[in-house]
């Protein structure tokens, strides 16, 4: 069992920059391949970033790329994403959440873990 705490989202500035983290409580966690996800309003959750058990691997989505950065720190038992040069598409719920494999995932399915999600507005 994995237990998900995000935080560090917020109002920025388009062009802005943000940091979110993702504390992470349970035995295995180290374990376990991460993610980040996002909602916006009246749209599906999407994957954003994804990285292997050690951090060795990672995967982005198109629209991120090269703007976004997934890290973790296993001894903290926590998960980054720092996003720069933020947009109003940007703008929405991130979610953290953590799956049963090592390898990297994109698949919201492949997700056994959530956490309560964390809002990040973009204004224009």
């Known amino acids: 069992q994995v237990q998900l705490v995000e935080s560090g989202g917020g109002l920025v500035q388009a062009g802005g920059s943000l940091r979110l983290s993702c504390a992470a409580s349970?035995?295995?966690?180290?374990?376990?391949?991460m993610g980040w996800f996002r909602q916006a309003p009246g749209k599906e959750r999407e994957f954003v970033a994804g990285?292997?058990?050690?951090?060795?691997?990672?995967a982005y989505a198109d629209s991120v790329k090269g703007r976004f950065t997934i890290s973790r720190d296993n001894a903290k038992n926590t998960v980054y994403l720092q996003m720069h040069s933020l947009n109003p598409e940007d703008a929405a719920v991130y979610y953290c959440?953590?799956?049963?494999?090592?390898?990297?995932?994109?698949?919201?399915?492949?997700?056994?873990?959530w956490g309560q999600g964390t809002q990040v507005t973009v204004s224009s």
């Open positions: 959440a953590a799956t049963g494999t090592i390898f990297v995932v994109t698949t919201r399915s492949n997700y056994d873990y």
């Open positions: 990285i292997s058990w050690n951090g060795d691997s990672t």
């Open positions: 349970g035995r295995t966690y180290s374990s376990y391949a």
